[in-house]
Every structure is written in structure tokens, then in C-alpha cells.
């Protein structure tokens, strides 16, 4: 079955840096979209980044200029790389996707998650 792995999480002081990744694993034919979402405590879920479906890129606006997400298509694979990370980006990123599985055809995924905690 289809599964979203992210890596990368961790512990960053204000102003520093982290990369995420979410690797697709499975009976992939086809992404549709993929990218990243956030949900900081007591706050609701938010996109941060994703490749939309004709493959422009949305970024939420506290996160544009800081923030860029890059995919390697071969291993369907997204990355987010955040730089000048403040405490308001403290969240759990999810990776989401929706992408054509071999067994069960489109659908939506989403990670696990990845907890980034900034420290001020």
C-alpha cells in the first residue's frame, strides 16, 4: 500500500534551518499533487508548500521567501527546506499527497507527520 514517510523533524534554534522529506512508497502510477502541511498547537491544519497539480507551487505567505519546496519526481520524493525558522513555524508538517496507486486507484494520503519545534 501507498505510504508517506517524513524525515527531517527536529529540535532548531530561532533562525535555523531544517529539511524535510517525504518519501511515496508503493504502487505509485502518478502524482497528482504532493507537498507539505502543518498543524501548530491549538491552530488548525495549514499547506505550507505543495506542488499543485499542473505543477506551480503554493506557499502559505508567512512561509514564502523562507521556505522552498523541491521534488525529485523519480523517487517521489518531496522536500522543504525552511531557513530563518521562528517559533510560530513549531508545528507537526504532514506530508500530503494525492496520487494514483496501482491497487486502489486516486486518493488522498497523508504522513504520519514530523514534529519541528523552534526554539526562541
Known amino acids: 500500500q501507498v505510504q508517506l514517510v517524513e524525515s527531517g523533524g527536529g529540535l532548531v534554534q530561532a533562525g535555523g534551518s531544517l529539511r524535510l522529506s517525504c518519501a511515496a512508497s508503493g504502487s505509485i502510477r502518478s502524482i497528482n499533487a504532493m507537498g507539505w502541511y502543518r498543524r501548530a498547537p491549538g491552530k488548525q491544519r495549514e499547506l505550507v508548500a505543495a506542488f499543485t497539480s499542473d505543477g506551480s507551487i503554493n506557499y502559505e505567505d508567512s512561509v514564502r521567501g523562507r521556505f522552498t519546496i523541491t521534488r525529485d519526481n523519480a523517487a517521489n520524493t518531496v522536500y522543504l527546506q525552511m531557513v530563518s525558522l521562528n517559533p510560530e513555524d513549531t508545528a507537526i508538517y504532514y506530508c500530503?499527497?494525492?496520487?494514483?496507486?496501482?491497487?486502489?486507484?486516486?486518493?488522498?494520503?497523508w504522513g504520519r507527520g514530523t514534529q519541528v519545534t523552534v526554539s526562541s
Open positions: 500530503h499527497a494525492h496520487l494514483m496507486s496501482g491497487r486502489n486507484g486516486w486518493g488522498i494520503y
